[in-house]
């Protein structure tokens, strides 16, 4: 095994989902703009997608715009959408390399026509691949995303509905819930994120801002992980 090839921890939760949280404190301490923040905050997704695909994690979610977000400085918004198109293009040849596939979760409506077509075709260009799924949460909401599932099963006239019948109108539609989800930056809320699939998740909060969580911290998560416990309320 090469020198920074890490072994995989010994058990590995199938779907992980994270809150990449605390870029904006990473520039801080370093008296830089938030936007490098969000800068370093993508370079440390792009490892830690290619780390989850090489320990085999099958499913990976994360969150990396809110609904919320929107009410951001319009410039901090601007170029985190600037570092969404750029970063997943430059991205894409990876993604490939790693046989990745791609959902994006979200209100795609609210991006301009550019975005969509670029985050479109990323998903249609990894559609064949049979690898990892990354699913991408971008204009997501929790509440949104259940909301707009419960208007269509009223707009198709339906009653009595079952969990399958709302689970399968969720953007996750498909996607089994999340065994573990990681929130770095020392906050404890879930900030409306996957309310509905996290019925039974594990979670795993940190001090270590985004941009620093690195391999290492990725596997302490997961070790934490395999000590748990999981009766689902049995
Ligand atoms: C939270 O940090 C992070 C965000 C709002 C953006 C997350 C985006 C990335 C990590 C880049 C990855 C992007 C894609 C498209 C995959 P914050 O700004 O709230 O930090 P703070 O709480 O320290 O201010």
Redo the contacts with the bound molecule.
């Keep these: 095994m090469s020198k920074n090839k890490t072994a995989a921890p010994a058990v590995i939760p199938a779907h992980i989902a994270i809150i990449?949280?605390?870029?904006?404190?990473?520039a801080k301490k370093r008296l830089l703009p938030?936007t490098a923040?969000?800068k370093a905050?993508?370079d440390n997704?792009v490892s830690t997608v290619n780390e989850c695909a090489r320990i085999g994690v099958s499913y990976l979610t994360?969150y990396?715009?809110s609904t919320e977000?929107w009410q951001r400085e319009r410039d901090e918004v601007d170029e985190?959408i600037r570092?969404?198109n750029n970063?997943?293009t430059k991205y894409m040849p990876e993604m490939i390399e790693n046989n990745l596939r791609l959902r994006i979760l979200g209100d795609l409506s609210m991006f301009d026509t550019d975005s969509q077509d670029m985050l479109k075709n990323s998903v249609q260009t990894l559609s064949g691949n049979t690898g990892m799924l990354l699913s991408?949460c971008?204009s997501y909401g929790g509440r949104q995303e259940i909301l707009q599932a419960v208007n269509r099963l009223l707009a198709e006239g339906r009653q009595n509905i079952t969990e399958q019948d709302l689970a399968s109108c969720l953007y996750s539609a498909g996607i089994p819930d999340p065994d573990l989800i990681i929130r770095t930056?020392g906050e404890l809320r879930t900030s409306n994120f996957l309310l509905w699939q996290s019925a039974y998740s594990e979670y795993y909060f940190t001090d270590v801002l985004?941009p620093d969580f690195k391999k290492d911290e990725l596997h302490k998560a997961i070790e934490s992980f395999a000590t748990r416990s999981r009766r689902f309320g049995k």
């Design positions: 990449m949280d605390g870029n904006g404190r990473w938030r923040g969000h905050g993508f997704f994360v990396a715009f977000n985190l570092l969404m970063g997943i991408i971008i930056s985004w």
